[in-house]
């Protein structure tokens, strides 16, 4: 007998795609695009005011990190999915192939014992935060859990679990 | 001295010598640090300057992303590592909560760095109206006020679909109220009292309603964005806020323009009764006296025109209206004077340090409000002044 229960799914709360072209033709595009989707997906949040702020800085980083590192053909997406108090970000986006394995690098950092001394390390001496850094500050700020999705060569995924609605309330 | 950097991003970074404190406020996300320059050397100019402890006032900032946060952290660090005489308070928000999870690393790296979060210092009678046994009276007296306010607000910009918001919102039962008679698109509710969230939310959630959007929040220092709202209503707020007019530029930021901002306050002194009228007058103006001591004006109805003139509205509305023993259960009325009696006279009397004698004197007046209110020919009244103004176009 399978005694396990099944995983409750993640619902999708709301998609958004642009030409990566376009999306890197301003830099203010981040902060818009994750202001939107914020508020868009906090409105029946217990808090949805702090929830919309809370949420807003972290999906800012990782479309920051996109716009630092990703490439202009293709297309770049986002889609918000929830499983209770926990927010799941999944953030296509095009860059070279020799960029993977930074990705693969910088994710795997995030879940290791000295996350948190590498970030404290960063804050004091760095002048200037890194991509690494960035998702360190996911995994530690926002208690991210973070990892990869490759499924083709030009474009990366990245799967950003956010328990945000414990945090917020 | 006064450095001021007013940059094309909405943040601003300005440095008060008074009280040695360097704020930084609004969205801050630059691509590079050479876009915040002016701000990091306005910050630099601050440290020179200062002696002892410089705080950072970090409680109005929405925004920051990490290109800010490490440009900020590294000034902030470095003079750590040049200036062992120098000490930083960084003060954050509760309301802001990544504020306090980003800023507490540097305590971790520099023990010359400090946080605090700001929170209960909100405004000095926040302890007396955010007691969890007054709930049921402040129930009491919405219900009271409400059998007028709903005949006064479509004149002061209440009508069907509208988004409005109200500000502290206390325990949600004026938001309740305003959804069932007149059905906005969209209502916001913000209280800085978390116990009083937690029971409008428990009220909402019995009432199967899920569309008012309570929020955590302080009323001088809102999250909610500019321009976004047709109606901000503010009731028996301003006259328990030490600086009301900061209250009010808040409101003012977050009403759309043609839209408008409504306020109930009240003029305590007036409160008054038949028989026993001398006593209920002397109580009352003490209770005046009272407030005013804890920095709160509760004879501010009548000023409502000139606070709102000053805060730049127009077509200001101003009415007034006498809550009574006539209306409904004159024990309604009596249990609201009872309350009253228990917080004004049994605690913030005693707190003032206000002798026996007087706090007798003082609890008869509201006692022979009492009696004046269940006399079958009596008569006791509590006026409360209702204002709007139009935020211009």
Known sequence: MHAAAAEPAFEPLIRLEMEMETFLSDWQHCDYLSSFLARMISHNRTDPVRHANFFSSALNELLEVSFRGGSSGGRIGCTVYRQGELERVKLSFPCPPGQHDFY???????????????????????????????????????????????EASSSITLVVDLPLGGIVS | MNIATTLSTPHQAVYDPNSQEFSVAGVIRPRSVDEIAPSLSALRQAIEVARGVLYINVKRLVQMNNTAFHAFSRVILDACRSRSDIRFVVVTSSVVGWTERMFRHLSRIEPQVTVEVYDSKFYPGQSFVEDTSFIPILRTQTKMTWRHERAILPRHGMRPGIHMADICCGIGDFAVLVRKEFQPARIVALDHSRASLAYARNVAADFGIVDIEYSYGDASEMLLEDDQFDLVTCRHSLQIFNQPHVLLKELYRICKPGGRVYITNEKNSHCLGEPRSQSIQWTYNEVAKLFSHFEMDVELGPKSRRFLADAGFEDIRVESFMVTNLDGDPQDFADIITAWENVYAGEMAVKR???????????????????????????????????SGRKPL
Not at chain 1, 120 to 127: F, G, R
């Open chain 1, 104 to 150: 693969r690098e910088a994710v795997s950092k995030t879940r290791k014992g000295d996350a948190y001394a590498r970030y404290l390390d960063a804050v004091s001496t760095a002048l200037a935060p890194t991509r690494e850094i960035v998702l360190l500050d996911l995994a530690i700020n926002f208690e991210a859990e973070i990892s990869l999705e490759e």
């Open chain 2, 353 to 387: 340090g206000d002798p026996p004698e007087f706090i007798e004197r003082f609890r008869q007046g509201f006692r022979d409000h009492i009696f004046a209110a269940l006399h079958p020919k009596g008569y006791a009244g509590w006026p409360i002044w209702a204002a």
